[in-house]
């Protein structure tokens, strides 16, 4: 059975708007890893979008956006190689080596972890919640980032009930940042 994992920057003040996080080589260096050691990711419509627009590969190959840091393709090129799962009720349908979820969410993301394979990675706000909500994520990791945003959207607002966790690692940032896994606490 693969295992559920959710990753989410996030600053001292919980905020988790992308915008406002600190984009560095080691940060971006540990996404890269992550995605690797999933078999596929797991997005809602509006994580999936966000991240087809800033990730998928320009044409012709070997171009990058201007914004785009060359510290940043081997990110760029994992995310864009990954099998994709979106969620979505909306979407009619993608593409981006990306197939549409549809139906009961916790039957099909519990099909999705019975297969064979190293994981499965879920990023975003909403879905996650969702998720958290049906006991399916196996490990959390929250990327903090030394920064106050003063506003938000914050995570798992509206959950119903509290989830205990177990720290299993940590990682140190040279930026301040830490990575924080948690199992659930059994």
Known sequence: MRPLQYSINVTLDGCCDHRVMIADEDLHRHA????????ALLF???TYEMMEAA??????????????????????????????YVVSSTLD???????????????AVQQLK????????VGGVKLPLALAELGLIDEYEFVVHP???GHGPTLFAGLSKPI???????????SGAVAMRYELRK
């Not at 593409?95 to 916790?106: F, S």
């Not at 019975?114 to 990675?121: A, C, H, I, T, Y």
């Not at 205990?164 to 040279?174: A, E, I």
Request: proline fraction near 6%; aromatic fraction near 8%.
């Open 55 to 84: 990730w998928r590969r320009p044409v012709p190959a070997g171009a990058r956006p201007e914004w785009m840091q060359p510290w940043m393709e081997p990110f760029a090129r994992t995310i864009d190689a990954a099998k994709k």
């Open 114 to 121: 019975q297969e064979s394979g190293k994981g499965l990675l």
């Open 147 to 149: 920064r106050l945003a």
């Open 32 to 39: 890269a890893e992550n995605l690797e050691q999933a078999d």
């Open 164 to 174: 205990d966790l177990r720290l299993v690692s940590k990682l140190d940032f040279g």
């Open 93 to 107: 349908r993608v593409d981006w080596n990306a197939e549409l979820v549809r139906g009961d969410l916790g039957k």
């Open 44 to 46: 809602g419509r509006v």
